[in-house]
């Protein structure tokens, strides 16, 4: 861990705010990504029938 | 074009409440922000120009969503899109009719709401002027929103939300001239600013604001 | 001759994007992880900010692509508009939420960059104003998009939108620029490369070479981001198509 100083909050807190918001959109993204592709497989096994 | 403008204005003028809604408000707003900061005079007149300005701002939003609603509900839009007039130059009286109705009176009624706020004596006057410049661009710029938002079943909260940020260049010219003429500092650059948005506006936006209706009538 | 526009083939784009995706979602993790890590925890502090000077390996990227995303829409846009593409149209749509993102995470760090350095969380200050105003921008194009039910029409509509906005969010850039001259520093990024000049204000070296590794991660998750929340899109609208079809028997 490197020496923070007194912005140690400061620079952890902007780091944990952007990561977590990286990272919420990414998720998000793949869930919606997943969801769709089953659901889009689903209609499509039920469409050829 | 002037039949339809005539038409338009006609049943704004029936229908009441086309211009008196807007006006009171325009009222009620400047109320309300007198409520909100206080009645001390330096501060009122101080920060008059910007409230003036953002309040016929709003008052000029709140009845965007009627520009094409009405005409959309009884089908007379689809007529007028299939008349010989060029779309955008119906959508261009539309434009001149809402500010005349709506924009029209708020310049009028600035002034006024100025002696209310305490604005300085020079500010009476480049207030007026500086409305009278930039709410067609208002009127242009909302028209373009509500063709946006035409088809839409709740399309007033997305309307302000796309018409908002439009308004921004205009709304900052437009306060500042009146900030300056209130100060009594030279007001030339951001009135030909402002003037300039509003050439740009007229000119070009007509034919975004007939593109998109013209999808949305598909 | 292969074109590009070969991948306004959905069936294209999803094949090839599918064999991309994997490439570039490694890299750019591998160049966020590298940039990050060499900038948190290997770059010295700097004389006048302390330590809040790491927060620039996070606020420069995503203001970078904050913008360019942006950009990136109004292309896709354009072609939606002029070819009739609907992969582009999807793209402009997939673009839009991380366009916002980035934009909040410039705006978050700034702000809490400007706390112990300006005193301040917020000025009104022309790259923060216009920063807010383009995140309104995004708010309503994304809304724009979930409004209108047909497809077809909302990406037209909302690639004039892209238009119309990208005008006057570089109005409203030079508005506020008249309307209040700014406490944020000028792009100095750009300069770090330059030569000759103002020492004081260049970023120097040590801080630069990080920073270019966290933009190209930054660049490379916008693209990775783009290319599956487009396959999202087609498959998306696919399945409508499906489900209206078989509604109609």
């Known amino acids: 861990m490197p020496e923070l100083g007194k912005y140690a909050a400061t620079v952890l807190s902007a780091y944990g705010v952007s990561l977590l918001l990286l990272l919420a959109l990414t998720g998000v993204s793949l869930w919606r990504a997943r969801r769709v592709r089953a659901e889009l497989a689903e209609v499509e096994a039920r469409t050829k029938k | ?71 959309r509900e009884d089908g007379s839009l689809e007529l007028l899109a299939t008349a010989p007039l ?4 119906i959508v261009t009286m539309k434009a ?49 929103g509500a063709a946006l938002t035409v088809g839409l079943k709740r399309g007033g909260l997305l309307l302000s939300l796309i018409v908002l940020p439009l308004y921004v260049p205009t709304l900052i010219f437009g306060a500042e001239v009146a900030r300056r003429g209130a100060e009594g500092l030279a ?32 | 001759m292969r074109s590009l526009w070969e991948y306004a083939n959905p069936k294209k784009f999803i094949e090839t994007s599918q064999r991309v995706l994997p490439a570039v979602t490694w890299a750019s993790v591998a160049c966020l992880v590298v940039g990050l890590i060499w900038g948190f925890f290997f770059t010295p502090e700097d004389y006048r900010q302390g330590s809040t000077v790491k927060i620039i390996y996070l606020h420069v990227p995503s203001a970078l692509m904050a913008i360019n995303a942006w950009f990136m829409m109004l292309l896709a846009s354009l072609i939606w508009l002029i070819r009739r593409h609907h992969v582009s149209a999807l793209a402009a749509r997939a673009a839009a939420p991380i366009g ?9 760090t700034g702000a809490i960059w400007g706390q112990p350095m300006w005193g301040t969380w917020w000025v009104w200050d022309p790259r923060l104003t216009s920063f807010l105003i383009l995140f309104l921008f995004y708010l309503g194009y994304i809304a724009l998009w979930a409004a209108v039910e047909d497809d077809d029409t909302a990406a037209d509509l909302t690639s004039i939108l892209c238009i119309v906005g990208s005008v006057f969010a570089v109005l409203s850039r030079y508005a506020v620029n008249f309307w209040n001259q700014g406490l944020h520093q000028g792009a100095s990024v750009m300069r770090a490369g330059a030569l000759a000049g103002d020492t004081e204000e260049r970023v120097s070296n040590v ?19 783009v290319l599956l929340r487009t396959q999202t899109e087609i498959r998306a609208r696919r399945m409508r198509a499906l489900v209206a079809r078989e509604r109609r028997g």
């Open chain 3, 207 to 225: 801080f630069a070479l990080p920073l270019f590794v966290c933009i190209a991660g930054f660049v490379l998750l916008f693209v990775a981001l």
């Open chain 2, 96 to 144: 001149l009719a809402h500010w005349i109705t709506t924009g029209l009176p708020l310049v009028v009624a600035a002034p006024l709401l100025g002696l209310m706020l305490n604005l300085p004596g020079p500010g009476f006057a480049w207030l007026f002027v500086s409305l009278l410049i930039g709410t067609p661009a208002l009127s242009v710029l909302g028209t373009f």
């Open chain 2, 86 to 89: 060029p779309l955008e130059g």
């Open chain 2, 1 to 71: 074009m002037i039949a339809l403008l005539r038409r338009d204005l006609t049943l704004a003028l029936r229908a009441g409440g086309g211009f008196g809604l807007g006006l009171a408000f325009y009222l009620i707003l400047v109320a309300l922000v007198a409520f909100g900061v206080g009645p001390e005079g330096a501060l009122l007149a101080r920060i008059a120009p910007g409230i003036l300005w953002v309040g016929a701002l709003l008052a000029c939003l709140l009845s965007l969503d009627r520009i094409f609603a009405l005409d």
């Open chain 3, 100 to 108: 916002a993102v980035m934009t909040m995470i410039a705006l978050a």
């Open chain 2, 187 to 218: 007001v030339q650059t951001p009135l030909l600013l402002l003037a300039g948005i509003t050439c740009g506006t007229l000119a070009l936006l007509p034919f975004a604001s007939a593109a998109v209706l013209r999808v949305n009538l598909r």
